[in-house]
């Protein structure tokens, strides 16, 4: 009986993680990432999963230090290039505080709970998972002018992390997020993303909007903007 508690707290660890990890867009949403190389990537959420009529998107769970930035595209969107670039691609200092955590809560404490070691490697996973969440907020205490951290938003993000650490590994995550721009996801994928990258997001992009002419009635005005802006994309040189 003991054994199913130890499986439902390392099941719980892992949904709080996933569930902080999710994002829910609207179907004009897009996220732009860190791909290899100092290059740039743009995803779009699963049409097969929503919630509150916003599409779910996962990033990859093990690139919790990576930032992401949440960009909207408009069929009415006629800038062609962005000036906008994104204040950073990592956050110095933050990523090994939140592999501390991650090393706390993925393998000192199953090896705590499953193992002979028992208390003494989940009393170090406390430690350790602690005093890393401890050292990632000072990072972002010292930092928060150039992460864009106002005191309000930095006691918030503390409250959320020492009250529940799975939280703490987004933490990279949470304040790129909170980094919103007006400008153009389009115009700033066009600026940002290497020619084969920009192809590859133009074509899922098609399909995006071919899924959302299926839901407006034809020769409606909305329905007719798709269109035209479907089109215009169609038309672009590669």
């Given at each position: 009986?003991?054994?199913?508690?130890?499986?439902?707290?390392?099941?719980?660890?892992?949904?709080?993680?996933?569930?902080?990890?999710?994002?829910?867009?609207?179907?004009?949403?897009?996220?732009?990432?860190?791909?290899?190389?100092?290059?740039?990537?743009?995803?779009?959420?699963?049409?097969?999963?929503?919630?509150?009529?916003?599409?779910?998107?996962?990033?990859?769970?093990?690139?919790?230090?990576?930032?992401?930035?949440?960009?909207?595209?408009?069929?009415?969107?006629?800038?062609?290039?962005?000036?906008?670039?994104?204040?950073?691609?990592?956050?110095?200092?933050?990523?090994?505080?939140?592999?501390?955590?991650?090393?706390?809560?993925?393998?000192?404490?199953?090896?705590?709970?499953?193992?002979?070691?028992?208390?003494?490697?989940?009393?170090?996973?406390v430690v350790l998972s602690y005093l890393s969440m401890i050292g990632a907020l000072s990072v972002i205490w010292f930092r928060k002018e150039h992460l864009g951290c106002s005191p309000r938003q930095f006691a918030a993000l503390a409250f959320e992390v020492l009250t529940c650490p799975p939280f703490a590994l987004n933490l990279t995550r949470h304040l790129s997020l909170a980094r919103s721009t007006g400008d153009d996801m389009i115009a700033v994928a066009r600026t940002l993303l290497a020619p084969e990258q920009w192809a590859q997001t133009r074509s899922r992009l098609l399909e995006r909007i071919e899924q959302m002419s299926a839901w407006e009635e034809q020769d409606s005005a909305e329905y007719n903007a798709l269109v035209r802006f479907r089109e215009s994309l169609l038309s672009e040189t590669p």
């Open positions: 009986m003991w054994l199913y508690y130890e499986y439902l707290l390392m099941a719980a660890v892992v949904a709080l993680y996933v569930y902080d990890s999710a994002i829910l867009l609207h179907t004009n949403e897009a996220v732009l990432l860190p791909a290899g190389g100092g290059k740039w990537d743009v995803r779009f959420a699963s049409d097969r999963f929503s919630i509150r009529g916003k599409d779910v998107f996962i990033p990859f769970l093990f690139g919790h230090h990576q930032p992401l930035y949440r960009l909207a595209w408009a069929t009415s969107q006629a800038t062609k290039v962005s000036s906008w670039v994104p204040p950073y691609r990592s956050v110095p200092g933050l990523r090994e505080f939140q592999w501390g955590v991650a090393l706390a809560l993925f393998v000192l404490l199953p090896v705590g709970l499953f193992s002979r070691m028992g208390n003494v490697a989940i009393a170090a996973a």
